[in-house]
């Protein structure tokens, strides 16, 4: 029910686009990504689609012991909940933060859109978010999207075009700001200063970037300095086996527990040439890690207290 509505709302936001007709595209392309989200939720686990309240502990049983959309008395979250929770369990979407909530804007008649040049932002958005969780659903697109899968590609190729523009433009900023630096300083000072700066990369505060986040080092693509990699930092407990050995040829079995570290990129920034990017397109499209990957204590810093951190978690729990 869910997929089909979903194909239906995404079809007739196409149909609109090719009219012209905004106000028709900005309402049904995000229904579509709403609705696709809610069965990509629902694939998981069907309490997934609970509001967290204790007026909505009679959906949870429902949907626990007998899930089924169509019961009186469920009520599933909304568009900003689905895509939070999407992030949760795929690790990430091809939106940014800010762009994401746009879309949930857009939807709930916050915000209108303005411009077809920003419609068409909010439509190229709504897409790249779906073909991820097509894929995740195992759906072909062709089957989807129908009739409008040429459009949707072309769409696509356009905004993939779009990112590789803006990373372009911001490296090029990044590049005339080091040039001017240096010719302003000559080589030696300039060295020496840009020593000094790359030494600040640790003051950064990952909140600053991404709420409740970290970062690790990684290299400047633009300027090979040593900068920062930030994004949310997810902590598992995991358990290993030692053996003990107990004389006469036996041994025991120990559990050994410790904490598995893996970070989602979200954003990078250095203090040498400024190179600022955002999302894991950005990412993607200069090299860095985009996906969610290992990391050890010592990756996010001196100042890193795994044990603190997890003592916050516990508290903020």
């Known amino acids: 029910m869910l997929i089909t509505g979903a194909e239906r709302w995404i079809g007739e936001a196409l149909d609109a686009w090719s009219e012209g007709d905004q106000p028709k595209v900005a309402l049904m392309a995000p229904m579509a990504v709403e ?5 990509t939720l629902w694939r998981e686990n069907p309490v997934l689609l609970v509001q967290l309240n204790d007026q909505h502990e009679t959906a949870l049983f429902l949907l626990a012991t007998h899930p089924d959309l169509a019961t009186k008395g469920v009520k599933t979250v909304g568009l900003q909940i689905v895509l939070n929770r999407l ?7 091809p939106v940014a933060k800010d762009r994401q909530k746009r879309i949930v804007d857009v939807r709930n008649g916050a915000v209108h859109v303005g411009s077809g040049g920003e419609l ?31 459009t949707v590609e072309v769409l696509l190729d356009e905004r993939k075009t779009e990112i590789s523009r803006q990373v372009a433009a911001k490296m090029a900023t990044a590049r005339t700001r080091l040039t001017r630096l240096e010719e302003a300083l000559g080589d ?11 030494d600040q990369r640790w003051s950064l505060d990952p909140d600053d ?7 690790i080092e990684a290299e400047c693509p633009e300027c090979r300095s040593k900068a920062r990699l930030f994004g949310e930092l997810d902590v598992s407990a995991e358990v290993d086996y030692d053996v003990e050995p107990l004389g006469g040829g036996h041994y025991d079995t120990i559990e050994v527990p410790y904490s598995q570290l893996r970070l989602g990129p979200r954003a990078f920034f250095c203090m040498v040439c400024k190179l600022q990017l955002h999302g894991t397109q950005e990412l ?14 010592d990756d996010l810093g001196p100042s890193f207290d795994i044990g603190g951190y997890l003592r916050a978690s516990y508290w903020d729990d």
């Open 35 to 39: 609705l696709l989200g809610k069965a």
């Open 87 to 93: 992030i949760k369990l795929l690790g990430d979407l």
């Open 120 to 150: 068409r932002y909010v439509l190229l958005d709504c897409l790249a978010i779906l073909g991820v969780l097509l894929e995740r659903l195992g759906i072909e697109r062709t089957d989807f999207f129908g009739r409008h899968v040429r």
């Open 188 to 198: 030696t000072a300039f060295e020496k200063a840009a020593h000094e700066l790359e």
């Open 209 to 215: 970037f991404v709420t409740g986040g970290e970062g």
């Open 284 to 297: 993607a499209e200069v090299g860095l890690p985009s996906q969610h990957f290992e990391v050890s204590s």
